[in-house]
């Protein structure tokens, strides 16, 4: 059994499937960082629809290259809130990244070469240090190649819309279940044929199918093949 204790655990896998729920579960009982990268492709986003990249619509590619230099994200913990709080040029935009205006254009925005070279170059000096879950498309494939534990998680388009729909009324946000699965159905599309760095399953890593898990028990999955590689020494 190998007791080494510094990993990487890289989750990837379809929208909305609970990934970054359950990478800050694992990080927080080994005490690791966790990174949501699909916050940052997010932050990139809200610039894009602030600054006026997208108009009709259709957003302006070149236009959003031209401004990468002035994108700057950030995470901050928050020790009253105990999360973890992504900030775009020192603003806090956590809530605002999270509405359905940004997540229409996410996965365009994530189709870009441009913007994906920078951000996983921003990924991979956060994790230079190991001890880290870290949650996207692209983490056991492009970002952390040798991660230590590779996920890929999945579930049926319609149970990712019913969790997320309910989660987006609870945040009180005036939604339509259609929109929601369109959306996930959308993303899904985007990201797997879009031509860069595209979501698709790594090789070495494990496939898990939550359709019929809750919260727990896609933890208590996890964290038994965390067990089983790493034993109790990670603790
Ligand atoms: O995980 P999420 O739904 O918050 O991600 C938002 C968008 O960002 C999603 O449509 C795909 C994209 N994304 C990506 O291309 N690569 C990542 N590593 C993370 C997210």
Redesign the pocket.
Known sequence: MDLQKDIIIAIDGH??CG?STLAKKVANKLQYSYID???M??AATLYALDNGFVKNGELNKQELVNNLDKINIDFRFDSELNKSLTFLNGKNVEEEIRTMRVSDF??PV?TVGEVRRKLVALQQIMGENKRITMD????GTVVFPNADIKIFLTATAQKRATRRYKELIEKGQDVKFEDILENVQT?DRI?STREVDPLKQAEDAILIDNSNLNVEETYAVVMAIIIERFGEGLF
């Open positions: 929208a909305s990934k990268t699909g916050a492709y997010r996410a996965s994530a996207g498309r692209d983490i993303r990201d």
